[in-house]
């Protein structure tokens, strides 16, 4: 949502914690809202003898306790109970941050991550720019729904909604049984593929895959966007058996979605964007040899089961546990044939350039 001017708030109740005269940055926010766990930590750097900063939680007291200790705020937040305030305010998104003059006014929104608006609102009550733009977090990034336009459910715990994406421990994966008259590759293609067959992910199958990573089923590697779904080890590895991978891919395949879904590839604009954007993945090192991943003619081709599979893999967890599906949510207009492989390898040892790791500094 762009920023800007907004209309006066008619009967709002009182913010807790807001003094007269003296201008305001107010934010609106929730824990579990991957937007705000990004943008509410630039706020300490306001020098608050000028203006007050104050956070107001959408959640309970356990769960914006833990977002407050684990992010380091460093401006008071307090509880918005009964969501009295945002019914009032009536934010579409969050974070939401609003600049209240010295009586309380609004005088200008912000909803959403964006660099140059926080650069805007820091300059607005007199202060230098608060988020610099080589920080390697993207320029944008879209919010989260607002908790006061969510329906209501009975028998909820707001503390397990709030503190969900900071945990690192996730849900088992669920079990499906079908009837011995259900074909199974059919189910699987229908409810988890990307348009081609997909090898069904047995419980056996998948217990070799999670074997062969190291790592406890239930570990959570990494929350894909737009859905941020929980991508937790055995969630990963059934993508994996269903793309047809080696066990041994899966000390490629780990890594690859935690570093995907690391903010500064902007995952979630990749997801939903209407452009034909496909992330194409380069293996280099030792791996290479040790999978078979291949490196010379025909690379962007069919050629290797490692570069065919790994990335298959990879599209399918962003499909089954991101949520880009392409009759849904993935909005590109003309779409990529990338979006079912895209994978090379290097070719370091007869490549007349540095290696790309070296150009890119890395």
């Not at 920023?3 to 926010?29: D, E, R």
């Not at 006014?105 to 964006?114: I, Y």
């Not at 067959?197 to 089923?217: D, R, Y």
Request: hydrophobic letters at 40%; charged letters at 20%; one cysteine or more.
């Amino acid at each position: 949502m762009p920023h800007g001017l907004t209309q006066q708030v008619q009967n709002a109740p009182p913010i807790p914690g807001l003094q007269s005269g003296k201008k305001a940055i107010v934010i609106i926010f929730e824990t579990d809202c991957p937007t705000c766990q990004l943008a509410l930590p630039y706020l300490n750097s306001l020098e608050r003898d000028s203006v007050q900063v104050i956070g107001l939680s959408q959640d309970d007291e356990r769960s914006t306790r833990e977002f407050v200790s684990q992010l380091k705020i460093s401006y008071p937040v307090k509880l918005d109970s009964g969501l009295k305030i945002s019914r009032a305010y009536d934010p579409q998104n969050v974070p939401t941050f609003y600049l209240l003059d010295e009586s309380g006014q609004v005088k200008q929104t912000l909803a959403g991550f964006d660099k140059q608006g926080l650069n805007e609102l820091a300059a607005a009550v007199g202060q230098p720019p608060i988020a610099p733009a080589d920080d390697g977090a993207p320029a944008w990034k879209p919010g989260c729904s607002s908790r006061h336009l969510e329906p209501e459910m009975q028998g909820t715990n707001s503390h397990d909604s709030g503190a969900k994406l900071m945990r690192r421990t996730g849900d088992p994966a669920s079990r499906i049984t079908l009837r011995d008259e259900e074909d199974l590759f059919e189910y699987c293609r229908q409810k988890f593929g990307d348009a081609l067959p997909v090898i069904p992910p047995t419980i056996e199958k998948v217990e070799a895959m999670v074997k062969a990573s190291g790592l406890a089923p239930e570990t959570v590697i990494a929350r894909v966007p737009p859905f941020y779904g929980e991508a937790t080890v055995e969630k990963i590895a059934a993508n994996a058996v269903m793309a047809g991978c080696v066990p041994e891919m899966m000390r490629v395949l780990l890594p690859l979605v935690r570093a995907a879904c690391d903010e500064r590839f902007n995952l979630h604009g990749v997801q939903a964007t209407t452009h034909f954007a496909a992330p194409l993945v380069m293996i280099n090192g030792p791996v290479r040899r040790e999978l078979g991943f291949w490196s010379k003619q025909n690379v962007f081709s069919n050629v290797a089961r490692a570069n065919s599979s790994l990335v298959r893999a990879f599209q399918l967890v962003l499909l089954n546990i991101g949520g880009g599906r392409p009759d849904g949510i993935d909005m590109s207009a003309l779409g990529n044939p990338g979006k079912f492989s895209f994978c090379i390898a290097e070719n370091e040892e007869e490549n007349p350039w540095e290696p790309f790791h070296v150009t890119g500094g890395l």
